[in-house]
C-alpha cells in the first residue's frame, strides 16, 4: 500500500555531503515509523537512522553527529542529510517505513539509491 522512490545519491569526495530524499506515496496515514539503511558490498544491511511519527529519532552510532533524519509532511518525505562523508559510509541506501493497520505491522523499502565516495 505504499511506494518510495529515493533519490540523491551520488559520488562525493571524502569530506563531502549529500542529501538524500525519499518520497512516500499511497496510504501515508497508516505509517508509523521511517528511516534509512544501507548496504555495503559484502556487508549486511544495517540501521543508519528512524523517526517515528511523533518526530522521536534514532541513529547508528557510526553515523551518529554527521547525519540528520528529517521529513516535509506536506510533502511525503523523509530527508537524510549526510555530513563529512568517509570510507565507512559507500552503500547503497534505502528507505523504510513501517505501516500498523489493524494491529499489523508491515514494512515497506525503496528500491534504493548509491552512494560512492572517491577522491
Known amino acids: 500500500q505504499v511506494q518510495l522512490v529515493e533519490s540523491g545519491g551520488g559520488l562525493v569526495q571524502p569530506g563531502g555531503s549529500l542529501r538524500l530524499s525519499c518520497a512516500a506515496s499511497g496510504s501515508i496515514a497508516s505509517i508509523y515509523v521511517m528511516g534509512w539503511y544501507r548496504q555495503a558490498p559484502g556487508k549486511q544491511r544495517e540501521l543508519v537512522t528512524t523517526?517515528?511519527?511523533?518526530?522521536?529519532?534514532n541513529y547508528a552510532e557510526s553515523v551518529k553527529g554527521r547525519v540528520t533524519i528529517s521529513r516535509d509532511n506536506a510533502k511525503n518525505t523523509v530527508y537524510l542529510q549526510m555530513n563529512s562523508l568517509n570510507a565507512e559510509d559507500p552503500a547503497v541506501y534505502y528507505c523504510n517505513v513501517g505501516t500498523i493497520i489493524n494491529y499489523a505491522y508491515r514494512d515497506y523499502w525503496g528500491k534504493g539509491t548509491l552512494v560512492s565516495v572517491s577522491s
Open positions: 523517526m517515528t511519527n511523533g518526530g522521536t529519532t
